[in-house]
């Protein structure tokens, strides 16, 4: 595979399809030409040294990189064999079909049940109260969070724990019905226990989506990934899947990051 190869998977099609996509901020260019396929139903870490452009790669997928002031994208990133770039696009489309959970939990300060209420209200995917309640029991379920809020929907997001706010913002974007799922660091603020239960979870939901993520954790990468794509100064240098990232990889940046040389 070449540094800007595809992301080898097993899928038939690709749920992403990154072509010559370059971003920027004004004038400086962060991401530099990036050519890759991300598989459906597979994990695909982004990795690689601080301010690499991990974070800005996965935010050009769903169009939130140019929400930021003098932010553009150049190149095709299709999704499901559209590109999202292209004129006549929705991006507000565009996000409720690739959900985002970001570095830190971001619960609205609302309930627990509008937290999750939220996007099936927005996007009119709920007919009455009764279809609306069964959206927000399936989403907690599905993040395992159900029996511990059950009692309490009516209480503020805010109260509670890390874990539980991460778990529970992951359960508003799967309410939306997306068909793929960005995490962007979504461990760091948490402890070990929640992040393995954020790790399960990962691992349950990436049979129903294509999801991608970013992680500074070797440890985390090789738990959960079935692809790593290693960026360094904002270009693809090598992808492939994590037996043979971590323990042949064959450019010395990567090498020289494994080893902790570079970070």
């Not at 991401?31 to 890759?36: E, F, N, Q, S, Y």
């Not at 601080?50 to 769903?62: A, D, E, P, V």
Request: charged share 25%.
């Amino acid at each position: 595979m070449t540094a800007t190869g595809p992301i080898e998977s097993a899928a038939p099609a690709p749920t992403f399809r990154l072509s010559g996509v370059s971003a920027y901020f004004g004038a400086k260019e962060i991401i530099k030409k990036v050519t890759a396929d991300i598989g459906d139903r597979r994990v695909t870490a982004f990795m690689g040294p601080s301010g690499c452009g991990k974070s800005t790669m996965l935010r050009t997928l769903n169009r939130l990189h140019e929400t930021a002031p003098d932010a553009w994208v150049s190149g095709s990133v299709q999704f499901e064999g559209r590109d999202v770039y292209a004129a006549g696009v929705d991006p507000v489309e565009v996000r409720s079909s690739v959900g985002m959970v970001f570095q830190k939990p971001n619960p609205f300060p609302k309930s627990i049940f509008d937290n999750v209420a939220f996007a099936p209200r927005l996007l009119g995917l709920a007919r009455g109260r009764s279809e609306l309640q069964g959206r927000v029991e399936a989403a907690l379920k599905s993040v395992g969070l159900w029996t511990e809020v059950s009692d309490r929907l009516g209480d503020s997001a805010l109260g509670l724990s890390g874990g539980q706010q991460q778990r529970l913002v992951i359960a508003r974007a799967i309410a939306a019905e997306p068909r793929a799922l960005l995490l962007d660091e979504p461990c760091s603020a948490l402890d070990p226990a929640a992040t393995a239960r954020i790790e399960d979870l990962i691992r349950e939901l990436r049979a129903r989506f294509a999801i991608v993520i970013v992680t500074h954790s070797l440890a985390q990468a090789r738990r959960i990934a079935d692809e790593i794509a290693f960026f360094h100064v904002g270009e693809l240098v090598e992808a492939g899947p994590p037996a043979l990232l971590f323990d042949a990889p064959r450019d010395q940046r990567v090498k020289d990051y494994l080893a902790g040389k570079t970070g």
